[in-house]
């Protein structure tokens, strides 16, 4: 048997193999250990963790993270089933405002003005609607039109109420037919807004108001801003005034104030601080807020200090019912005290001209 097969080797490569073909064996045999040994560490290796770098796996979340809100906010603007729409207020809700209950703050004892401040700790109801705009809403004027005329059906005051009004109400505004129109020249204090806020910049040293900004006052905040007359003249100055003011329950000064494109909020200063942080404004504007600085050991004073600007200006008007030649009775009751307490915070007294009060920072 074994000579058969050894026969029909030598029949095939001779009596004895080539050369070749053993060197040929060889090569094929450290080939396949080759592949077989490549093909093994990738296996091993591809079970060994890699480590990658946290620059990629970060980058990766961020886009992870960017794709999936933007699917939020895909289906928020496609209306998904899972958002409940809210539905509208009813009529008698028109000029609802959040946490306004007067009744309820005096059931649960706030007084001294803090009444007609919200409280929503008080107010109990939790209803979720869209206030409907009033019957006769109308889309307001272009600017700066709609500075100087809004439309009467856009806001809470009527016509009965403003011929009530006092006569410094109708300087400020004439109603004609369904618009209201702000006639600055013949408004705010002595001699109408412009020259109010040109007695301020002679005050300030200035020959004129449109200085304003050369010296430094480009943010006023003006507290119970009444219609809003003064802050839109500083506009017009590109002066920006932000007007704060109590919530009233006829004709309120924010919403007039915001009707005229102008910035407004409804806060209460005699409450609380103001939201808005320290060193905000380079002047602080208070006409006839009837504010009682003295009052809650000089606390609100105190808070005007602390959104004034180093170097800033608190401007302080008194009531224009009294006469030019009563500054005298005014001092004695109103600045008297103040002049006790500036000093203590670094106040100095600017200047004074009839019911005209201005104050200084020092400054740190």
């Known amino acids: 048997m074994r000579s058969s097969w050894s026969n029909k080797l030598s029949l095939i490569f001779g009596p004895r193999p080539p050369l070749n073909w053993l060197l ?4 094929s045999v450290l080939a396949l250990i080759a592949v077989l040994g490549s093909s093994s560490s990738n296996t091993f290796d591809s079970l060994t963790p890699i480590s990658v770098p946290d620059i990629y796996t970060n980058y990766r979340r961020l886009k992870e ?13 496609l209306g998904a089933s899972r958002q409940r729409e809210l539905g509208l207020c009813g009529r008698e809700r028109e000029n ?9 703050n005096l059931f649960v004892g706030f007084k001294d003005g803090e009444e007609f401040d919200r409280h929503c700790e008080v107010s109990r109801n939790r209803e979720r609607c869209l206030v409907r705009p009033p019957k006769d809403y109308k889309i307001p004027l272009r600017w700066p039109a709609g500075r100087d005329v809004i439309w009467s059906g856009n806001v ?7 011929l009530s009004s006092g006569s410094m109400t109708k300087r400020l505004m004439l109603l004609e037919e369904n618009q209201i129109a702000f006639h600055s020249e013949d408004g705010l204090i002595f001699d109408g807004v412009k020259d109010y806020s040109l007695q301020i910049a002679k005050m300030l040293g200035l020959s004129d108001d449109s200085q304003f900004l050369q010296a430094g006052v480009q943010t006023v905040l003006d507290i119970g801003c009444g219609f809003g007359s003064f802050g839109a003249h500083l506009v017009s100055l590109n002066v920006m005034a932000i007007c704060i003011a109590a919530y009233e329950a006829t004709g309120s000064q924010v919403q007039l104030t915001l009707e005229r494109g102008l910035p407004a909020m409804i806060g209460n ?8 942080p320290a060193l905000s404004f380079e002047m602080v504007h208070c006409a006839q807020c009837g504010i009682v600085w003295d009052k809650k050991d000089w606390t609100l004073l105190l808070e005007v200090d602390r959104v004034l600007k180093p170097g800033g200006y608190f401007v302080l008007t008194s009531s224009t019912s009294q006469p030019y030649g009563s500054s005298l009775s005014m001092k004695n009751s109103m600045l008297t005290p ?15 001209q009839y019911e005209l009060y201005m104050a200084e920072n020092c400054g740190f």
């Open 156 to 162: 809470k005051i009527t016509k009965d109420q403003f």
């Open 96 to 104: 609802y405002v959040p946490c306004y209950n007067v009744s309820a």
């Open 338 to 352: 103040m002049e006790e307490m500036t000093p203590k915070i670094c106040w100095t007294l600017k200047a004074q």
């Open 269 to 276: 200063f005699i409450t609380r601080q103001l939201p808005y």
């Open 24 to 27: 040929l064996c060889l090569v």
């Open 65 to 77: 993270q960017a794709a999936v809100d933007y699917l939020e906010l895909r289906s928020l603007s």
